[in-house]
Every structure is written in structure tokens, then in C-alpha cells.
């Protein structure tokens, strides 16, 4: 398990995992033995924020997850995923960064 924090800054696209520099690259999502899984949780201190993806198939599709506000935490499979992105849903004058928690998530597999 991986955790890391993340400054998502007032308009501006910040990604969780994945990039710019990798969007567009990969063709095929690579081969893992089991899956990862992504949780994210928004500050209780921050702004809302809205989470969206980037597809490998078709290349560089992306779409919304929709929106969280501070405290909640939302758990995502990064499957045949590119990019995981976040962005302050509310772009006004008054508004700030926020912090988003992450944790990357691998299942114990007992054989």
C-alpha cells in the first residue's frame, strides 16, 4: 500500500495517478497479477473537488466521476486507466486548494 497527499490547485487539472506525459502513450493497459484500486478522500479542510479518468480503450477518453466534498472518500479500480484526474469543482474568486488523501490499495492473495 502506497499514500500520498496532493495539493488540487484552484483551477488547474491535477493528477492522482498517472500523468500528461503517459496520456496517449500506452495502447494496452500492462498485465498485473491482481488489481490496484485507488481510494481518495478529499480534505475536511478543502473545497470540492471533482474526480474524473482517462481510458486506455478507446485512447485518451475521458470522463467524470463526479464530484466529493470535504470528507468524503470514494474507492476506484485503475484497470485499464491512464490517468486519474482531480479539479476544485468551485472556481470562484473565494475559493482555495485543497488537499486530496490517496492510497493505492493491492489485495492479499494467499495461495
Not at 495539493?7 to 494496452?28: A, H, Q
Amino acid at each position: 500500500m502506497v499514500r500520498y497527499r496532493v495539493k488540487v490547485k484552484r483551477r488547474e487539472t491535477t493528477y492522482l495517478w498517472g500523468g500528461p506525459g503517459i496520456l496517449g502513450t500506452t495502447t494496452r493497459a500492462p498485465t498485473l497479477p491482481v488489481p490496484v484500486l485507488l481510494a481518495i478522500r478529499v480534505d475536511d479542510l478543502g473545497e470540492e473537488v471533482e474526480f474524473g479518468f482517462v481510458e486506455i480503450n478507446p485512447a485518451g477518453q475521458e470522463d467524470s466521476l463526479g464530484k466529493l466534498r470535504p470528507g468524503e472518500c470514494y474507492i476506484l479500480s485503475l484497470e485499464n486507466l491512464t490517468a486519474v484526474w482531480a479539479r476544485t469543482a468551485n472556481n470562484t474568486a473565494d475559493s482555495h486548494d485543497s488537499v486530496v488523501d490517496c492510497e493505492l490499495v493491492m489485495p492479499v492473495i494467499r495461495g
